[in-house]
């Protein structure tokens, strides 16, 4: 429950849309937790616990990050199914697991889909009302 919880708190859940010319549109899911330097070690452990993910250092901050589709769906949808994250960032990630299932159904594939896509993104994060 403590990543969970430390999830509510620092994560961010996000969901990219890129428009490439001559080619489909490009979806991206993107889970982030960030933390100042000096908890390098936790947050290096998160790769080894969670089994996914990479550590990218910044001046001052450290983050974990998990693109992978593979992992977003092995991994941290059934973590987060089993403790579930509390309060105003469950919304967000409600969203992202809406715009991952679209995903795994290939919709994102598909015009109507990215459209769905990019409604439910609009509404995430800063975009929430």
């Known amino acids: 429950n403590w990543l969970a919880g ?7 859940f996000m969901v990219r849309v890129m428009d490439r010319p001559n ?3 490009q979806v991206l899911l993107r889970f982030k937790l960030t933390q100042h330097f000096r908890d390098e070690q936790l947050m290096r452990s998160l790769v080894y616990y969670l089994d996914c993910g990479k ?3 910044s001046v001052g901050s450290i983050d ?19 403790y ?9 990630y409600l969203d992202f697991l809406k715009v991952w ?10 015009s109507e889909g990215v459209k769905l896509i990019r409604n439910t993104k609009a ?5 929430r009302k």
């Open 23 to 25: 080619s489909r549109t």
């Open 6 to 12: 430390f999830t509510t708190a620092e994560g961010s």
């Open 123 to 127: 509404g995430m994060n800063l975009g």
């Open 55 to 57: 550590i990218y250092v």
């Open 84 to 92: 579930p994250i509390q309060g105003i960032k469950l919304l967000n």
């Open 101 to 110: 299932q679209l995903m795994k159904n290939d919709l994102h594939l598909t």
């Open 64 to 82: 974990f990050i998990v693109t992978k589709f593979s992992d977003i769906t092995n991994k941290l949808v059934p973590f987060f199914g089993k």
